[in-house]
């Protein structure tokens, strides 16, 4: 695994934060790299040397998180519900700025697909309808209205200033999730 240089991590983690605050002042098609690089105080050279457009970039920061997020579900896969997303939990409150803004702009609509998809597809494994509570169900009309679920309860928290403490989310969504499967 190659070792990135200090300046150049120093410099991609200004970037994503200038993009994200920027994001949350207007809408994404308004903001040139030109803001970006003012608001991170690096040259729109940099940017490029790391990104081919705004939308690259913007790509590359969804991307790291749901590959994040990904791996926090497979470490936790052996955990209940409750545990697992405690950890979630714990990461969005950690990445409030991405969090806040993918999911509280009007821009972020394709952050939001993702996010479903992800949720479908680490629950997929735990739909059973061939016995149970959810027998006879169809596996897609669960696994959407359980999707929606998780990620609107996310948005809610973000947009209510993440008033309740990420364990007691965690606990209160689990007990939830455990009562469908």
């Not at 969005?92 to 991405?98: D, P, Q, T």
Request: hydrophobic content about 40%; proline content about 1%; overall charge negative.
């Amino acid at each position: 695994m190659v070792k990135l240089d200090r300046r150049v991590i120093k410099s991609q983690d200004a970037i994503k934060k200038a993009v994200l605050e920027l994001m949350a002042e207007k809408i994404f098609e308004e903001i040139t790299i030109r803001d970006i690089s003012d608001r991170a105080n690096v040259n729109r050279g940099t940017i490029y040397l790391h990104y081919m457009d705004k939308y690259d970039l913007l790509d590359k920061i969804i991307e790291e998180h749901i590959g994040n997020l990904r791996d926090l579900c497979h470490a936790a896969s052996e955990m209940s519900f409750q545990e697992g997303n405690y950890v979630w939990f714990e990461y969005f409150s950690k990445n409030h700025l991405f969090f806040s803004t993918m999911l509280n702009t009007k821009s972020a609509t394709y952050f939001h697909s993702r996010f479903i998809d992800l949720v479908v597809q680490e629950y997929k494994i735990e739909v059973d309808t061939t016995e149970g509570k959810n027998k006879g169900m169809d596996d897609e009309v669960i696994l959407q209205f359980l999707a929606a679920a998780v990620v609107g309860s996310v948005e809610w928290w973000f947009k209510n200033g993440m008033s309740i403490p990420p364990r007691v989310m965690a606990e209160q969504t689990g007990v939830l999730l455990d009562r469908n499967f």
